[in-house]
């Protein structure tokens, strides 16, 4: 498996490579989460931010349209709240 995203490669910033290992969660997880996930919220036209549920956590990405390539400039994790489960039940499913 490659780092790539919709035919481009996926090039993270070194507070992104930080962030994601303080998570645990490694680059090979990045593509299945732009791609599975869902969208936590609206960004600019160029910027995606995606999400995907384990547990009561959700595992966030945020990644830059630069072109040629993406840029991961962004990995996180947070906890559910009773108001964020509710409303993204509605818009997404879960």
């Known amino acids: ?3 790539t995203y919709k035919g481009k490669p996926i090039l993270p910033t070194k507070t992104a490579l930080n962030e994601l290992s303080e998570i ?3 680059l090979y997880e990045v593509p299945e989460i732009l791609e599975k996930g ?7 036209k160029n910027i ?9 956590k959700v595992i966030n ?5 630069l072109g040629n390539y993406y840029k ?4 996180g994790e947070f906890t ?3 108001k964020f489960k509710k409303l993204m039940r509605g818009k997404n499913g879960i």
């Open 1 to 3: 498996m490659d780092f």
């Open 24 to 26: 645990d969660v490694n």
């Open 38 to 44: 869902f969208e936590i919220r609206k960004r600019k």
């Open 48 to 56: 995606i931010e995606r999400g995907i549920q384990r547990g009561n």
């Open 61 to 65: 990405v945020v990644v830059v349209d």
């Open 72 to 75: 991961l400039i962004h990995a």
């Open 80 to 82: 559910l709240s009773k």
